[in-house]
């Protein structure tokens, strides 16, 4: 999924970290098989194929858990589980064939099927030629089958073909192949170490007026054809130049200052900004200070907005 997708897409993190959805369950079109997007376009999510790469990333991020919710048969070409289900023939495979009732006359122990003992005459048996009476007296009903008008032949159950309705292709039951549909299910202690990302995410935005593309945990290309993730990228909507790049950490030392700032140089980031939690050291401050790494503690979301937004105005 490319940054401009992630930041249409972000409404599906807005639900998550307000609280909204708990999970996100298929749901079952006729016309088209399994979706998740149905239940979500009321609460503003409209990109389907967008939603799904992200909830794919949320996933590998741990924020959502992926759950078995059912299994169905699949089309063997293209994957599709809605069908046009047809009976036919298991001998010729033919679609010509009735429904029959097998009949044993007691008197002389014949069993036939019961358009045998059709005659012009009445009901009489095929062997001793002699009139049933009646079913419970002196003839029995042994099964139901059926028996094909084109080969003549008498089974049970018919089989069955499933014409792809995506498709076309119509697959003999042998070839059908189960496929897995999912449900994903939130992971609250995973949202709560993602909380600071997405909420600065939110207040950047907001404090800006959508002046600038704000995308969480987006992958940079450098000069030298390498990606780099951050865990927020603010770009020049016009230009697509990378304005700032963000990483939080828990706590800073020099090698993880080394190691953001690497990253922004590879990239030709104009600001580069770390978010961390605890003290820094003082050594640790005066190499980022050298470095032109900005140091913003995190204390007040508000505020870290305000400081990153001050620097990007700075450089305007």
Known sequence: MDDSSRSKALTLLDLILRGLIDQILP??????????????EELGVTSCDETMGLIRELVGRGVLRRELHDRVASCSKCGSEVFLVRARCPYCGSLRFYRSVVI??????????????????????PKCRRGLRGL???????????????CGEVFSVPSATHECLKCGYENREVELKPKDIYRYVLVPESVRREEPILRLCDAIRSKSAGRYDILPHAKVRGASGVEFEFDIVVRDPLSGSTLAVIDFVESLDEERLLASFAKARGVSAGEVIIVHRGEVDGAVSSAASGLGVRLLRLGSIEQVAEDTLRYLRGRE
């Open 136 to 150: 419970g007296v002196d003839s029995i009903r042994v099964a139901d089958v059926y028996r094909c008008e084109e």
């Open 104 to 125: 044993e006359h007691l008197t002389c122990g014949y069993v036939g099927l019961e358009a045998e003992f059709l005659t012009p005459q009445g009901i009489l048996c």
């Open 27 to 40: 749901s079952y079109d006729p016309r088209s098989g399994y979706e998740y997007c149905s239940s979500l």
